[in-house]
C-alpha cells in the first residue's frame, strides 16, 4: 500500500493520511498511558519511521494526530505549538529517507526532544534536567521501536516486489 | 448522481435495445448523443425539492406541538416522494446490469461515469467541513462560556464503548484500503471480502451508538439531551456523525452490490474510492469529537 514518492497530494492519499492521523491520536488518548519521569510515551510517536515509506500524507497525518490528541489532554497553550516541531522533524524524515531512515530518525528524536525540555519545565513543572532526560528516552523508545517495524515492513515489502517480479517473469 | 447502470439503460433504450458495451469516451458526448433529456424535463428534482420543504415545515410544526396530524402529513410527504424517486430511479438497475453489463472485461471500462467522481466527493467534503465546522465552532463557543468544562453536575463518561469504536473505525479504514489496494493489483476477491468486511465493521458503529451507549445514557438518566449545554451539544455532535455513519453503511453495502457484480476493476474503482474518501472523512470527524467529549470532557480546568 506503499505510495509514489510524489509530492502532489492526491484524493487517494485521504486514506493513509487518516490512517496515520488515528494511529497517532488514537495511540495516544486510546491506549494505556506509559509514563517515563515527567514525560509520557506517546504511543502515537511509534508510526514517525513510516514516514520515510508512505511519504507526505503520513507527516500530514501524524501532524494532524498530534494536534487532536494534544486537544484531548490538560496543556497549556505553548504545547498546542508541538505539532509544528514535529512537522518539522517528521520532513527531515523523509528528506533524508535516501540517505539513511535512521539518521532521519536520530534526527526526529534530538528535534522532539530539545522541543519537549523545553516545554515540560512549563506545563509540567519539572526541572529542566529531568526533562531532557525523560523526554530524550521517551522519544528514542518510542521511534526505535517504530523503526524496527520500519525496517521489517521494508524487507516484506521487497520480498513481496522480488516474488511478483519472478512471477511476471516465470510467466 | 446517475450510475453507469442507469446511463447504460437509456442508451438500451435509445439504441432500441441493442445490447453494447459503452466506448470508453467522454461522458458529455454520449448524454448529448443518446439521451438529450437526461438530465433535463425531470419533474424528481422539483418534487424532491418541494417535499423537502414540506418536511422541514412539517418538523418545524411538530416540535412545536401545533396540528400534529398535518405535520405528519408533511413529513409523511417527504417520505413518499422520495419513495417514488428511489423506486424510478433504480427499477430497471437489475434487468440493465443481467442484460448488459455482467462482468467487466480484464483492463476493459465499465463505461463512462457521468459525472466527475474526484470531484464529487471533493465537494462533499467542502460541504461536511462546514456542516462540522459550524458545530464544532457552537462547542467551542458554549465551551468558553463556562469556567470549568464539563459544566458542574455534568457526569464523566465511560470511554469503554467509545474505545470500541475508535479501533472499529481504525480497522475499517485501514480494511478498506487493502481492499482498494487488492482491486488496483486485480485480486477481485480479496477486494469484495474487504469490501464486506469493511461494512460488517462499519455497521457494528451505529449498533453500538444508538443501541448500547445512548439508551444506557439517556434510559439510566446519566446523560440526556435536556441536561444542560454539556448534554445538548454531547448528543447533538454525536448525533449528526452518527447519521454521518449509517450514511456512510448504506454507501458500503451499495459499493458490496457492485463489487458483486463485478463492476470494479483495476481501472474502473472511482465510485470505491469516492466511498472510502467518504468514510475516512467521518473517521477523521470522530477522532476530534473522541478528543473533545470524552478525553476533553475529563479535564477540570
Given at each position: 500500500?506503499?505510495?509514489?514518492?510524489?509530492?502532489?497530494?492526491?484524493?487517494?492519499?485521504?486514506?493513509?493520511?487518516?490512517?496515520?492521523?488515528?494511529?497517532?491520536?488514537?495511540?495516544?488518548?486510546?491506549?494505556?498511558?506509559?509514563?517515563?519521569?515527567?514525560?509520557?510515551?506517546?504511543?502515537?510517536?511509534?508510526?514517525?519511521?513510516?514516514?520515510?515509506?508512505?511519504?507526505?500524507?503520513?507527516?500530514?497525518?501524524?501532524?494532524?494526530?498530534?494536534?487532536?490528541?494534544?486537544?484531548?489532554?490538560?496543556?497549556?497553550?505553548?504545547?498546542?505549538?508541538?505539532?509544528?516541531?514535529?512537522?518539522?522533524?517528521?520532513?527531515?524524515?523523509?528528506?533524508?529517507?535516501?540517505?539513511?531512515?535512521?539518521?532521519?530518525?536520530?534526527?526526529?528524536?534530538?528535534?522532539?526532544?530539545?522541543?519537549?525540555?523545553?516545554?515540560?519545565p512549563i506545563t509540567e513543572g519539572v526541572s529542566?534536567?529531568?526533562?531532557?532526560?525523560?523526554?530524550?528516552?521517551?522519544?528514542?523508545?518510542?521511534?526505535?521501536?517504530?523503526?524496527?517495524?520500519?525496517?521489517?515492513?521494508?524487507?516484506?515489502?521487497?520480498?513481496?516486489?522480488?516474488?511478483?517480479?519472478?512471477?511476471q517473469t516465470t510467466q | 448522481m446517475r450510475t453507469t447502470e442507469t446511463l447504460y439503460l437509456l442508451?438500451?433504450?435509445?439504441?432500441?435495445?441493442?445490447?453494447?458495451?459503452?466506448?470508453?469516451?467522454?461522458?458529455?458526448?454520449?448524454?448529448?448523443?443518446?439521451?438529450?433529456?437526461?438530465?433535463?424535463?425531470?419533474?424528481?428534482?422539483?418534487?424532491?425539492?418541494?417535499?423537502?420543504?414540506?418536511?422541514?415545515?412539517?418538523?418545524?410544526?411538530?416540535?412545536?406541538?401545533?396540528?400534529?396530524?398535518?405535520?405528519?402529513?408533511?413529513?409523511?410527504?417527504?417520505?413518499?416522494?422520495?419513495?417514488?424517486?428511489?423506486?424510478?430511479?433504480?427499477?430497471?438497475?437489475?434487468?440493465?446490469?443481467?442484460?448488459?453489463?455482467?462482468?467487466?472485461?480484464?483492463?476493459?471500462?465499465?463505461?463512462?461515469?457521468?459525472?466527475?467522481?474526484?470531484?464529487?466527493?471533493?465537494?462533499?467534503?467542502?460541504?461536511?467541513?462546514?456542516?462540522?465546522?459550524?458545530?464544532?465552532?457552537?462547542?467551542?463557543?458554549?465551551?468558553?462560556?463556562?469556567?470549568?468544562?464539563?459544566?458542574?453536575?455534568?457526569?464523566?463518561?465511560?470511554?469503554?464503548?467509545?474505545?470500541?469504536?475508535?479501533?472499529?473505525?481504525?480497522?475499517?479504514?485501514?480494511?478498506?484500503?487493502?481492499?482498494?489496494?487488492?482491486?488496483?493489483?486485480?485480486?477481485?476477491?480479496?477486494?469484495?471480502?474487504?469490501?464486506?468486511?469493511?461494512?460488517?465493521?462499519?455497521?457494528?458503529?451505529?449498533?453500538?451508538?444508538?443501541?448500547?451507549?445512548?439508551?444506557?445514557?439517556?434510559?439510566?438518566?446519566?446523560?440526556?439531551?435536556?441536561?444542560?449545554?454539556?448534554?445538548?451539544?454531547?448528543?447533538?455532535?454525536?448525533?449528526?456523525?452518527?447519521?454521518?455513519?449509517?450514511?456512510?453503511?448504506?454507501?458500503?453495502?451499495?459499493?458490496?452490490?457492485?463489487?458483486?457484480?463485478?463492476?470494479?476493476?483495476?481501472?474502473?474503482?472511482?465510485?470505491?474510492?469516492?466511498?472510502?474518501?467518504?468514510?475516512?472523512?467521518?473517521?477523521?470527524?470522530?477522532?476530534?469529537?473522541?478528543?473533545?467529549?470524552?478525553?476533553?470532557?475529563?479535564?477540570?480546568?
Amino acid at each position: 500500500m506503499a505510495r509514489e514518492q510524489n509530492h502532489r497530494l492526491k484524493l487517494e492519499d485521504f486514506g493513509p493520511f487518516v490512517i496515520f492521523t488515528a494511529l497517532y491520536a488514537a495511540g495516544t488518548l486510546g491506549l494505556p498511558e506509559i509514563h517515563l519521569f515527567a514525560y509520557q510515551v506517546k504511543v502515537g510517536e511509534i508510526p514517525s519511521a513510516f514516514v520515510a515509506m508512505f511519504g507526505y500524507p503520513a507527516v500530514f497525518g501524524l501532524t494532524l494526530g498530534q494536534f487532536i490528541a494534544n486537544l484531548g489532554v490538560e496543556a497549556s497553550p505553548v504545547a498546542m505549538l508541538s505539532p509544528v516541531v514535529s512537522f518539522i522533524g517528521l520532513v527531515v524524515i523523509y528528506r533524508l529517507r535516501k540517505a539513511s531512515v535512521l539518521a532521519g530518525c536520530v534526527a526526529y528524536i534530538i528535534l522532539t526532544s530539545a522541543w519537549l525540555t523545553y516545554l515540560l519545565p512549563i506545563t509540567e513543572g519539572v526541572s529542566t534536567t529531568a526533562a531532557a532526560s525523560s523526554a530524550f528516552l521517551g522519544q528514542t523508545i518510542a521511534v526505535l521501536i517504530g523503526y524496527g517495524g520500519y525496517v521489517i515492513a521494508s524487507r516484506i515489502r521487497a520480498s513481496l516486489g522480488a516474488t511478483a517480479e519472478g512471477q511476471q517473469t516465470t510467466q | 448522481m446517475r450510475t453507469t447502470e442507469t446511463l447504460y439503460l437509456l442508451q438500451l433504450r435509445n439504441s432500441k435495445g441493442s445490447a453494447k458495451m459503452v466506448p470508453d469516451s467522454h461522458p458529455s458526448e454520449e448524454l448529448e448523443e443518446t439521451s438529450p433529456e437526461y438530465l433535463e424535463h425531470s419533474i424528481w428534482p422539483f418534487l424532491i425539492a418541494m417535499a423537502v420543504g414540506a418536511a422541514m415545515v412539517g418538523l418545524f410544526l411538530l416540535v412545536k406541538g401545533v396540528v400534529y396530524p398535518a405535520a405528519l402529513l408533511l413529513m409523511l410527504s417527504f417520505g413518499a416522494v422520495l419513495g417514488g424517486f428511489l423506486y424510478s430511479d433504480t427499477r430497471h438497475w437489475r434487468s440493465a446490469v443481467s442484460k448488459s453489463l455482467g462482468k467487466v472485461e480484464t483492463g476493459g471500462v465499465l463505461g463512462p461515469f457521468p459525472v466527475d467522481i474526484n470531484l464529487t466527493v471533493q465537494l462533499i467534503i467542502l460541504t461536511e467541513i462546514l456542516l462540522f465546522g459550524g458545530a464544532f465552532a457552537m462547542y467551542f463557543a458554549i465551551r468558553v462560556q463556562f469556567p470549568s468544562w464539563p459544566p458542574a453536575g455534568a457526569p464523566i463518561l465511560d470511554e469503554t464503548i467509545a474505545k470500541v469504536q475508535t479501533l472499529i473505525l481504525i480497522s475499517s479504514s485501514i480494511l478498506v484500503e487493502w481492499a482498494i489496494w487488492q482491486l488496483k493489483r486485480g485480486n477481485q476477491q480479496r477486494f469484495r471480502i474487504g469490501m464486506v468486511g469493511t461494512t460488517i465493521l462499519a455497521s457494528l458503529f451505529p449498533i453500538l451508538q444508538f443501541g448500547f451507549e445512548w439508551p444506557h445514557l439517556i434510559f439510566d438518566k446519566i446523560l440526556t439531551p435536556a441536561s444542560g449545554f454539556f448534554g445538548a451539544t454531547f448528543f447533538l455532535l454525536t448525533g449528526i456523525h452518527g447519521a454521518h455513519v449509517v450514511a456512510g453503511v448504506i454507501a458500503y453495502l451499495y459499493t458490496d452490490s457492485r463489487a458483486f457484480m463485478g463492476q470494479y476493476s483495476p481501472k474502473n474503482y472511482g465510485f470505491a474510492e469516492a466511498t472510502s474518501t467518504y468514510w475516512h472523512f467521518v473517521h477523521i470527524i470522530w477522532l476530534l469529537l473522541f478528543a473533545l467529549l470524552w478525553q476533553g470532557s475529563r479535564i477540570i480546568g
